[in-house]
């Protein structure tokens, strides 16, 4: 994923849009962390939009985004539910949208203060901000933070991030459907 992100992202600097896409596309198709190309995408669109009126970098975020919505649509056909990976990602890693909340849980939860878990993600969540802080004081490529901006987004979204495996066998397990499909 990291290869095909980095070459992405490479190639939205250098506004070479067909190429982003389909890296783009192959990074999320492995990781859906590689969804933060998609802000990214979003960002050099609208770029290339106010400097040039260039529409066709406006269609780059979906293609990129058609990666993950094709490993979504290929695992559901392997095990027959539609609905697979958001079953696997739930029960299998105990992964969800939680929009925040295990940063604040801590807070409302006073006794949870006395585990490491919350006040490492509380320092995790300060990291991440001040590198943002300091993205957007840099000279670097703003694709480049945007990119960052998307990580961080999943990061604040998302009860836990991190690496998934997608191997079939254990995605049939978790989500209790049949990979062979009639086979």
């Known amino acids: 994923m990291m290869v095909l992100a980095i070459g992405c992202l490479f190639a939205l600097v250098r506004r070479q849009w ?12 492995t990781r859906a962390i ?3 190309l998609v802000v990214a995408a979003a960002y050099g669109a609208w770029e290339a939009w106010r400097e040039r009126r260039e ?8 293609a990129i985004s058609s990666g993950f919505g094709m490993a979504v649509a290929y695992q559901g056909w392997l095990t027959g539910t539609p609905r697979a990976w958001w079953i696997i990602e739930e029960r299998g890693w105990g992964q969800r949208v939680d929009f925040g909340y295990r940063f604040i849980s801590m807070w409302i939860h006073p006794h949870e203060l006395t585990q490491a878990k919350p006040i490492v993600r509380t320092v995790a969540l300060l990291l ?4 943002l802080a300091l993205l957007f004081k840099v000279r ?5 933070t945007w990119y960052t901006v998307g990580i961080a987004i999943q ?6 991030v991190g690496p998934r495996p997608r191997d079939r066998r254990w995605s049939a397990r978790l989500s209790g459907c049949d990979h062979r499909r009639g086979r």
Request: net charge positive.
């Open 18 to 29: 067909v190429t982003a896409s389909v890296l783009g596309a192959a990074a999320t198709a």
């Open 55 to 62: 529409w066709v970098p406006a269609l780059v975020p979906l």
């Open 140 to 144: 670097v490529p703003r694709i480049l």
């Open 128 to 131: 991440v901000m001040g590198s």
């Open 155 to 160: 990061f604040l979204l998302s009860s836990t």
């Open 34 to 36: 590689a969804l933060a």
